[in-house]
């Protein structure tokens, strides 16, 4: 039972414009989302994260939604580089599962010059 | 500040066979914790360590287990292997145990193969 889903295995963008990575969850408990890149050979690296009481979050050219009513989360990056092509892991966690993370199964994006 | 390692990267077993893996957390972290990622699955909670203590597990059977050290450092040992173990072991660090919600650092992963 996956709660929490990347419906989109990739994404192909051209460079300069925006990439939109979507996320949707299915446990309502859920309260803070997190946004994770995967280069090949090596680990997540932490990208941003948002609380549930926010809708909005902005860190740079990388910003997250989030639409509590439809279980919904994007990350958006604006303009996009070819430095940003990874894998992109969504994750969320709440008190009650002692904030294990749960993760999607990731959106490769390509950025092509 | 070093970040995550974790020893050996790549390791080939047989099928029967035990294998353990090392993860060295950042200095200053005392919470370790170890994922399965296959493509199938993704990343998949396998447990979590604080001050020596493991504090989360995640639904794996019993051949998994893993203990942390006074020093932080973290193995976790995978018992009669099976091919649906190969996979990407990936251990992350954090200041405080994971319901503090602090950042997790992953490490590079080791890469298991059953044969």
Same mark, same amino acid.
């Given at each position: ?7 989109? /295995? ?7 414009? =925006?990439?939109?990575? %979507?996320? $949707?969850?299915?446990?309502?408990? &859920? ?12 680990? /997540? ?7 549930? =009481?926010?809708?909005? %979050?902005? $860190?740079?050219?990388?910003?997250? &939604? ?12 604006? /303009? ?34 | ?115």
């Amino acid at each position: 039972d996956q709660q929490v889903k990347q419906n989109s /295995p990739s994404l192909s963008v051209q460079e300069g414009r =925006i990439s939109i990575l %979507n996320c $949707d969850y299915t446990n309502s408990m &859920f309260d803070y989302f997190l946004w994770y890149k995967k280069y090949p050979a090596e680990g /997540p690296t932490f990208l941003i994260s948002i609380s549930s =009481i926010k809708d909005k %979050n902005e $860190d740079g050219r990388f910003t997250v &939604f989030l639409n509590k009513s439809a279980k919904h989360l994007s990350l958006h990056i604006v /303009p996009s580089q070819p430095g940003d092509s990874a894998v992109y892991f969504c994750a969320a966690t709440f008190p009650g599962n002692n904030r294990k993370l749960i993760w999607g199964l990731g959106t490769s994006l390509a950025v092509n010059p | 500040k070093a970040g995550v390692t974790q020893t050996p990267r790549y390791l080939i077993k047989t099928r029967g066979q035990q294998v353990t893996l090392s993860c060295s957390p950042i200095s200053g972290h005392r919470s370790v914790s170890w994922y399965q990622q296959t493509p199938g699955q993704g990343l998949q909670f396998l447990f979590e360590y604080f001050s020596e203590t493991q504090r989360n597990k995640g639904n794996f059977p019993g051949r998994f287990s893993g203990r942390q050290f006074s020093n932080s450092r973290s193995e976790m040992n995978v018992s009669t292997l099976e091919l649906g173990d190969s996979a990407l072991y990936l251990c992350a660090s954090s200041l405080g145990p994971t319901s503090s919600a602090d950042t997790q650092y992953f490490g590079p992963g080791t890469r298991l193969t059953v044969l």
